[in-house]
């Protein structure tokens, strides 16, 4: 079955450059999704189609996708985006969807 | 406002059965497909299925065929989500979410004898 793979964690001071990446194999072909989840909380859509930002998600959260790895990264990381960050996205037949494994994002 | 409004919390038995729901409003509740996703304690998030309200086209995940049912009734907006004969591994927090960016708030099911 299609699988997404994210690094377990990522750890950067506050006011650093956070990179999230998430690897698939239809990933050239197929939009990822970028969710944020705090604890306790329901996730949240950060950046939808590779690479746009919904309304009221801060301008240090952007997307990009480069053949089979799409990137996450917040420019300017904050306290407050310390969360769990998972990616989203489809196999090339978009019957199954599939969320990566996770990333706990550590800013300190 | 979109909204979906999940089913309260459920404490069941093993081999018991349990449908919870997920009733969208605010929006056309055809427009939209419906996943629904599993999150076990202390782990990542896993897509179950979605369904189609409009014409109820379903797709599971392979993980999940033959272990739930996903269902939806137009009429009164809602999507469904049932299991048969529960397992204590089924233990977890339930989201429904619509269109990628609209999320229910959870059911959490527990599962204990």
């Known amino acids: 079955s299609y699988e997404l793979t994210q690094p377990p964690s990522v750890s950067v001071s506050p006011g650093q450059t956070a990179r999230i990446t998430c690897s698939g194999d239809?990933?050239?072909?197929?939009?990822a999704y970028w969710y944020q989840q705090k604890s306790g909380q329901a996730p949240v859509l950060v950046i939808y189609?590779?690479?746009k930002r919904p309304s009221g998600i801060p301008e240090r959260f952007s997307g990009s996708s480069s053949g089979t790895v799409a990137t996450l990264t917040i420019i300017g990381a904050q306290v407050e985006d310390e969360a769990d960050y998972y990616c989203?996205?489809?196999?090339?037949?978009?019957?199954?969807?599939?969320f990566g494994g996770g990333t706990k994002l550590t800013v300190l | 406002e979109v909204q979906l409004v999940q089913s309260g919390a459920e404490v069941k038995k093993p081999g018991e059965s349990l449908k919870i729901s997920c009733k969208g409003s605010?929006?056309?509740?055809?427009?939209?497909?419906i996943a629904w996703v599993r999150q076990m304690p202390g782990k990542g998030l896993e897509w179950m299925g979605i369904?189609?309200?409009?014409?109820?086209?379903?797709r599971y995940s392979p993980s999940f065929r033959g272990q739930v049912t996903i269902s939806a009734d137009k009429s009164i907006s809602t999507a469904y989500l049932q299991w048969s004969s529960l397992k204590a591994s089924d233990t977890a927090v339930y989201y429904c979410?619509?269109?990628?960016?609209?999320w229910g708030q959870g059911t959490l099911v527990t599962v204990s004898s």
């Open positions: 979410v619509a269109s990628y960016n609209y």
């Open positions: 239809a990933l050239p072909k197929k939009y």
């Open positions: 189609e590779d690479s």
């Open positions: 369904i189609y309200p409009g014409d109820s086209d379903t």
């Open positions: 605010g929006y056309s509740f055809t427009t939209y497909w």
């Open positions: 989203y996205s489809t196999d090339s037949s978009e019957n199954h969807w599939v």
